[in-house]
């Protein structure tokens, strides 16, 4: 079973990286956003892959103009690795739901599937992760694609924790400008960079910058920072 050993390292990896289960709060600081995004995150190594998921929660928002929820989003990825070699065969469901004052509508499903490969440093203070993945987005777009690097890098002696990643995908959207003009667009960029400074082996501060195009129906480079608090089980 010649996957075992890099299954092995990954698992070290998660635990040294504390990645295993952690709940994020931030309070967003972009201009007409006005909200706080509650996160929970989960990774799990076993002897087949990997498995990581996510949800997130909006709360308000002035352009949402709700109290409690106003958007909720997730991803479940699952990474399958029958070999001692960093390329994995990756799945993915992505899918949620947003409301405002007005309506609610959900966020159309999208299901994934390609490969992807991991660097991991040998002192585990660096890890890179890319895939290119095929894309069917249900009732809208058959057959696209997106290309999503992770990485994680640790700084001055693991008191300070950069990660992050980026997505790039293609899907027709209907975007709208600052005076509500309207636009069709081929394409989407996400970016989410963190920094956390390590106070405890639980407990972390740091921050998250949003950078999109062409994302949630705003047209153009859009940039939002947060303040954020995370707590690690």
């Not at 959900?106 to 660097?119: D, M, R, V």
């Not at 069917?136 to 992770?150: D, E, G, H, M, P």
């Given at each position: ?84 070699n960093p390329f ?36 585990f203070s660096k ?29 001055a002696n693991d ?75």
């Open positions: 079973m010649k996957y075992i050993p890099l299954l092995f390292v990954l698992s070290i990896f998660s635990f040294e990286i504390s990645t295993a289960q952690n709940l994020q709060t931030h309070f967003d600081l972009g201009e007409d956003r006005q909200m706080v995004t509650a996160t929970f995150e989960m990774f799990k190594v076993d002897e087949l892959g990997n498995t990581f998921y996510f949800i997130d929660f909006n709360f308000g928002g002035a352009k949402a103009n709700v109290e409690g929820v106003s958007s909720a989003y997730y991803e479940i990825a699952r990474s399958f690795l029958f070999w001692d994995a065969l990756h799945v993915e469901l992505n899918s949620g739901m947003f409301r405002n004052d007005t309506f609610s509508a959900p966020i159309n499903q999208a299901y994934l599937a390609g490969s992807s490969y991991t660097f991991i440093a040998q002192d890890t890179f992760k890319v895939a290119l993945l095929y894309k069917y987005i249900q009732n809208k777009t058959n057959a696209s694609f997106q290309l999503n690097t992770v990485w994680q890098i640790k700084l008191a300070l924790i950069f990660k992050g990643f980026t997505d790039f995908w293609k899907e027709e959207n209907l975007v709208f400008d600052d005076q509500s003009n309207s636009y069709t667009t081929d394409f989407v960029f996400l970016s989410e960079p963190q920094l956390w400074y390590v106070l405890t082996p639980k407990f972390q501060l740091g921050s998250e910058v949003e950078i999109s195009a062409n994302f949630a129906a705003n047209k153009g480079l859009m940039i939002n920072p947060t303040l954020g608090i995370k707590w690690i089980f």
